[in-house]
């Protein structure tokens, strides 16, 4: 067997080199679209607490903006490197393009623990970053939103940064700010509810009633938690849930409003009451209906896929699943909603919020979901036509979709000069 890639900046070049030999792409096309247009990295220091400095580097990567401006999440992480912001910046380019909303791909993060760090030293880096990058930065150029380990908070300190230098109120430069500075109703929601959305269709194609499913979810923070509330709503059983300290299972269905409580108290889902605790490579091979990889990339393996028992796997997280993994999957004829359209969600919602305050007038959090799920389900349905036209599964199709009009939009921009 092949090794596994699981540099994900080589599985996103993989995974578009699959769609561009289908699609029959050019050589020029598939050059420029392989690579990143632009990498900026950038070396700062932070005053710590103690008056000492430290050093720290992030990254912000716009992969392409044919189809307009940059956009994308910013990550706080110790893992964070060039390679991964790279892959994150090519999978927005194609998210973007899916759910057919005119921006292209970004990505952006710093090499940190944030949970080591104290609030103060928090909004000294992020506002040092936000510096750092603001060359690239802008409403009509750049413009970032939260991704792993960042939040509305952060966005705001970002947003008032920016705002400073420029000696005015620019909150179009930034979502996933809070409401109070004109966020978005329904955009801390928006990736959940597009995972909820896309889960029933799914469902519904595969035969399957959401009251009669189980669901197991990765990853316990914004997307993950609020999949497993949206899911449980919708009426499905959510068996097992977990966060990087590990997950919790009951066959029998876990309460997930405790859920919640308990891990907005205890920082961690560890010892809620009525389960057992297991890993998190457990987690992903338990008997499910449904599993939601809402944490990270690489989870799903050639080493694991073989034994994974869901019937439907929908990519919360981007990148869980590697290319070799993929092909495991759907041999075995298990359905695997691709992370570039379930979790398409948020940018949607984001494009919303950066609409909402160009025209410095906002919608009501209903007419917000409608559109989003308007949005989704017209992704969702597109994919699987294409899927179903070019005898492929739904990750194909996604990238033939996507990639068709990334390279439509280049091609009819023209190289300059
Ligand atoms: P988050 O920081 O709010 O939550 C991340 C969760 O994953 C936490 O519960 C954390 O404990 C858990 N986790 C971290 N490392 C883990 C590990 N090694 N094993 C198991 N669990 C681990 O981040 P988020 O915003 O919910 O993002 C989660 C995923 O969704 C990421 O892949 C992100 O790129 C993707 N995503 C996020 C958004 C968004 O709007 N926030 C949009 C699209 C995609």
Redesign the pocket.
Known sequence: MAIDIVNPYDIAVAQFDEAADRLGLSQAMRAILRKPKRELIVNFPVRMDNGDVEMYTGYRVQHNINRGPAKG?IRFSPEVSLDEVRA?AMWMTWKCAVVGIPFGGAKGGVICDPHKLSRTELERLTRRYATEISVLMGPDSDIP?????TNPQIMAWMMDTFSMHMGYSVPAVIT?KPLAIGGSEGRLE??ARGVQFVTREAMHDLGLRPEDCSVVV???????SISARLLHEMGCRVVAV???QGGVYNPHGIDIHKALRHSKEHGSLRGLPDTEAIT?AELLELPCDALVP???ENQLTAKNAPRVKARLIVE???GPTTPDADHILNDRGIMVVPDILA?AG??TVSYFEWVQDLQRFFWAELEINNRLEQIMMRAYRATCAKAEEQETNLRIGAYLLAVTRVAEATEIRGVYP
């Open positions: 999440g994150l939103a939260p991704d792993m380990n996933g928006a990736t990765q990853g316990f923070g914004n997307v993950g977990s966060d990087i998190n809402a944490a990270l919360a997280a981007n979790n948020g940018v």
